[in-house]
């Protein structure tokens, strides 16, 4: 089962078991990365446009790119 010796392991109770969670984390990374990507260019579009401002933010956020996002939130606070 997967509990304390999963967290203490680093999610591997066995040489040959696979954490998880690891294929749907990938998953919601690059998600995270395409969405930044997209609205990215969608801003450079439309650079008066509040909510590609907040999408993109929180996927910076998300990615751990924080002063990214802040200055993401900022420009929406800015716009609103």
Not at 42 to 65: H, M, Q, T, V, W
């Amino acid at each position: 089962t997967w509990g304390l010796a999963a967290m203490l392991t680093g999610g591997l109770c066995a040489a040959d078991e696979p954490r998880p969670n690891a294929d749907r984390i990938a998953k919601e990374l690059t998600q995270a990365e395409r969405t930044v990507a997209e609205t990215s260019q969608a801003i450079i579009e439309n650079p008066k446009r509040e909510n590609l401002y907040s999408r993109r933010a929180d996927a910076l956020f998300f990615l751990g790119r924080f002063a990214e996002a802040l200055r993401d939130y900022d420009r929406l606070v800015e716009l609103d």
